[in-house]
């Protein structure tokens, strides 16, 4: 079974210093690998996403992500931090389309970074 | 325009009403999704239909019943709502079943729902 998991719930940096968001997945196969935000009363928006091409992916708003096989992980970096990076983060696996399933997400526990003046 | 839309935003009721959620996509997706957000923020996912058709149905009360009009269109409504239903509660749409290299899932805003 796929599952993620997301090494710390909360991270706390300073503006202008370095993010990162680790998180460590389990795939029996080559899995589809998400990171989405949640600002504060608000939806999910799709940070970035690897699918089996290039191992390391650029997202919005100057986040990176690189998938490492060796490692099972998938960090997510950021170089500054901006207070409004301020958010709930989640680390998504997919679901493969065989044996019952149907491409499902399988959701993170979620980090909240907190970005300090 | 907003991708994804849910309404109500909000939604405060009491223990054993009936409510409804609705969802609708402009986007010309063939599959949509309804999530759950727990009060811990964990998010798993409820149902998905494809073409208006149920192809996930996770561990779900009998008292959640999605409705798939059309394609563009996935309400969810609950009945006699009990305390443990208060939640977050997020739908989402994507071009077709699956996750690949040009599949993405875009969510909603998401409907608060408190009973008391």
């Known amino acids: 079974a796929q599952s993620v998991t997301q090494l710390d719930s909360h991270v706390s940096v300073s503006e202008g210093t370095p993010v990162l968001l680790r998180c460590n997945y389990s795939s029996s196969y080559s899995p589809s690998l998400f990171w989405y935000v949640q600002h504060p009363n608000k939806g999910l928006q799709l940070l970035l996403k690897?699918?089996?091409?290039?191992?390391l992916v650029k997202g919005i708003n100057g986040f990176e992500a690189e998938f490492k096989k060796s490692e099972t992980s998938f960090h997510l970096t950021k170089p500054s931090a901006h207070m409004s990076d301020a958010a709930e983060y989640f680390c998504?696996?997919?679901?493969?389309?065989?044996?019952?399933?149907?491409?499902?997400?399988?959701f993170g526990k979620g980090t909240k970074l907190s970005v300090k003046p | 325009d907003t991708a994804v839309s849910q309404t109500p935003k909000y939604l405060v009721t009491q223990m054993g009403n009936d409510k409804s959620i609705k969802c609708e996509q402009n986007?010309?997706?063939?599959?949509m999704y309804w999530y759950k957000q727990d009060s811990k923020k964990f998010l798993k996912i409820m149902f998905s239909y494809n073409n208006k058709e149920l192809i996930i149905n996770e561990t779900v009360p009998n008292r959640f019943s999605p409705k798939s009009p059309d394609k563009a269109h996935l309400n969810l409504h609950i009945n006699s709502l009990e305390l443990g239903d208060s939640a977050v509660y997020f739908c989402?749409?994507?071009?077709?079943?699956?996750?690949?290299?040009?599949?993405?899932?875009?969510f909603g805003e998401g409907s608060w729902l408190t009973v008391v």
């Open positions: 998504v696996v997919s679901e493969p389309i065989y044996g019952g399933s149907q491409g499902n997400l399988i």
């Open positions: 989402a749409s994507s071009q077709r079943v699956g996750v690949s290299s040009g599949n993405t899932i875009y």
């Open positions: 986007l010309g997706h063939d599959t």
């Open positions: 690897y699918t089996s091409a290039a191992t």
